[in-house]
């Protein structure tokens, strides 16, 4: 690929000097053009005299009226003019074109002068009109010239000029205009192009990939890139969540390569006047122009169906991209299938846990933080964090203990690493605070253990399949998850709390409402999203009544039934790559596929309590700071109503608004009551006998 010469050898004015040459023939043309009253008639223009009209008959039609064929003229145009002859097809005439509209740029005379040749002070820029009087010899060739401002010719085509005014008009009255990004390459400008203003800017990267820190499948990937290869510069598609990362190996392949590398963001590009489609091509341009590899951040943009001019335009670029391209997003390179691209993908995963751990190490010796080798083993296991986002997570520790002057701890390590991460799931999901601890949890032995073993497979995941080696002999199902099942009100949503308080993860709550649709494909979609941002916001999932999309598959009866199959195949699949933490809560565990349970870590039992436990409840769900009455029959409670924790925490809730509003201490008669209308709400009546013991009680309600 040809390179524009640099600045120092290259200037047009040889090209002006011949454009002054025709200009002066010209304006010796024009007084016998135009009359030798025409520069000084006050009514020129609004009044058109007879004389006037006589002399424009006498002109034969479609004759240029300036031509001058002077063979003593120099027809040189310049180094850089003959680089863009040569990498666009351009014609001498074309040449000559563009040298009559970039002559006002350079010197404000040649307004003057073209307001003359054209016989009108309001028109400073050449017409087409103008250029074909100037340039051509014949009133054929005026006519065959007009093809060379049709939208395919090179000028045109390639952006090279711009033709202006409204299209309304004739083309022969229509002015030209060079682009701004011609001009400054012909002027030997280095500045951005102002269309980029606020989206981009020109680094001057010196560190090599050598000097980086990369995951294997990225070093794997990545191709060589020296100054030697420039002939034929790859197109790069960085994938992966470590865009940090990516950042740095493109600097890296423009340090190698030799060049400059111009960053734009087209995240930032929204926010400009114009549309992403009109700002690509500026932006390869650019790079083209000035000699600089390309990195687009932000491509992910590009797949939202409202930008499908911008995505089109893309595979155009990258079909005929001459720079080194470098595309950084999350999302997996989507060829358009119409454009061949040759674009290579290059995978950037978050880093390895004992990579991490590293990462940590090193952060915070450079932040004089102390951490013990179990905080360090959490960190790195726990969150999936990139290099700068563990940077920036002991900074914001560091800065943090600076101000309170406090010593950091391992608490606000963990709560600066959940900052670093994403917050998509908002959009999809509800996040729950956790408020309660192991104390709280009222459940059978057996099933406390279970959870503790789910605990403790979540913290020391690190340690088992990174240090031990056990990621080499799981290729799936590197996450956890386990299902939560039992009757509704049995803790199963505190068990989650409890779990997520206890690892330091967050926890979201899914919202089956903007996940489960009723259109083909859409569920699938939208748990594609949600699994993905759950990965970014190393969050744990919480799928409240499972059931309601880990159905069971059912025997195809028609095309419904075929399609719900399909899209519990695919949940099969995302469970078993996902590789953080799902809990599953049902209350309906026969409703799940057996394939689902056979993926599963962990299935553990939340059965309703029995009298002990029920009589724990009654006393736990009662605050210390509230108003209760010491004689309250917690026992007799326990035993007279076989209730779940859910319905007792309601009741315990309710008796207290009664109590606050008639008495002031919460007593039995006011626990009664709520007992008596919890059960009149899930559909169940008390007995006389269960209240026999307690005729003092107001009779309740009918």
């Keep these: ?212 820190d990369l995951a294997p499948e990225t070093w794997a990937a990545l191709p060589e890139v020296t100054p030697a290869r420039s002939t034929a510069p790859p197109r790069l598609s960085f994938e992966g969540p470590d865009l940090a990362g990516q950042r740095a190996v493109a600097q890296a392949l423009a340090a190698e390569a030799g060049q400059p590398l111009l960053v734009v963001d087209l995240e930032a590009a929204q926010q400009t006047d114009l549309p992403l489609a009109a700002v690509l091509p500026v932006a390869f341009r650019e790079a083209w122009f000035g000699g600089s590899a390309l990195f687009l951040s932000g491509v992910d943009l590009l797949r939202d169906g409202a930008q499908a001019a911008a995505r089109a335009r893309l595979h155009a670029e990258l079909a005929e991209s001459r720079v080194l391209t470098l595309l950084a997003g999350r999302a997996p390179w989507q060829p358009d299938g119409a454009t061949p691209t040759g674009v290579i993908s290059i995978p950037f995963p978050v880093p390895p846990p004992l990579t991490r751990q590293a990462y940590w190490t090193s952060a915070l010796a450079t932040a004089e933080i102390a951490a013990d080798p179990a905080t360090l083993e959490m960190l790195a296991g726990q969150y999936r964090l990139t290099a700068d986002q563990i940077s920036d997570a002991v900074l914001m520790v560091r800065h943090r203990a600076d101000w309170t002057g406090a010593p950091p701890q391992p608490a606000d390590l963990a709560a600066a690493a959940r900052a670093q991460s994403n917050q998509d799931l908002a959009a999809s999901a509800r996040k729950i605070t956790p408020l309660h601890d192991w104390d709280a949890l009222v459940l059978p032995e057996d099933a406390l253990d279970q959870l503790r073993d789910l605990r403790n497979r979540v913290l020391h995941r690190q340690r088992v399949l990174g240090a031990w080696g056990f990621d080499q002999v799981l290729s799936l199902g590197r996450g956890v998850c386990a299902l939560f099942a039992g009757p509704s009100g049995t803790g199963k949503t505190m068990a989650a709390e409890v779990l997520a308080g206890e690892i330091g993860l967050d926890l979201y709550k899914i919202d089956l409402a903007t996940v489960v649709s009723k259109y083909i494909g859409e569920t699938e979609k939208n748990l594609e999203a949600v699994f993905n941002a759950a990965t970014r916001s190393n969050a744990i999932l919480f ?78 769900f009662l605050p210390d700071a509230a108003p209760v009455d010491p004689d309250i029959d917690y026992a007799w409670l326990a035993r007279q109503f076989r209730l779940s924790g859910g319905n007792i925490k309601n009741i315990v809730v309710s008796a207290a608004y009664q109590a606050a509003a008639n008495g002031g201490c919460i007593t039995m008669p006011h626990l009664l009551r709520s007992t008596w209308r919890e059960h009149q709400k899930i559909g169940l009546r008390i007995s006389a006998r269960m209240l026999d013991d307690y005729q003092a009680v107001e009779s309740p309600p009918a």
């Design 1 to 212: 690929m040809a390179e524009p010469a640099s600045s120092e050898e290259l200037t047009f004015l040889p090209a002006l000097q011949r454009l002054d040459a025709l200009l002066a023939h010209a304006s010796g043309l024009a007084a016998d053009v135009y009359g030798p009253a025409a520069a000084t008639d006050p009514y020129r223009g609004l009044v058109i005299a007879p004389e006037e009209v006589e002399r424009l008959l006498r002109r034969p039609p479609g004759e240029p009226l300036l031509f001058a064929d002077d063979p003593a003229i120099d027809n040189d145009h310049g180094e850089r003019m003959a680089w863009l002859r040569d990498m666009f097809g351009l014609t001498p005439f074309d040449l000559d074109l563009l040298i009559l509209a970039i002559a006002p740029e350079i010197d404000l005379r040649y307004e003057r002068l073209y307001a003359y040749l054209q016989d009108d002070a309001t028109r400073k820029r050449p017409t087409v009109d103008l250029v074909l009087n100037l340039l051509c010899a014949s009133a054929a060739e005026r006519i065959e010239r007009r093809s060379r401002f049709a939208p395919d010719a090179p000028l045109l085509r390639h952006r090279l000029l711009q033709i202006t005014d409204a299209a309304q008009q004739p083309l022969l009255a229509r002015s030209i205009r060079p682009d701004e990004q011609v001009l400054r390459f012909l002027l030997g400008d280095l500045s951005l192009d102002t269309r980029l203003d606020g989206c981009a800017q020109l680094l001057h990267p010196t560190r090599t990939r050598h000097e980086l």
């Design 543 to 620: 799928f409240d009544e499972a059931d309601a999309i880990f159905g069971k598959r059912s025997e195809v009866q028609d095309a419904h039934d075929r399609y719900a199959n399909l899209e519990i195949a695919y949940l099969l699949q995302k469970m078993e790559q996902y590789d953080g933490v799902a809990i599953l809560a049902t209350n309906l565990r026969q409703n799940l596929d057996d394939a689902f349970l056979r993926r599963l870590h962990a299935v553990i039992e939340f059965p309703m309590p029995d009298e002990a436990h029920r009589e724990r409840m009654w006393r736990q």
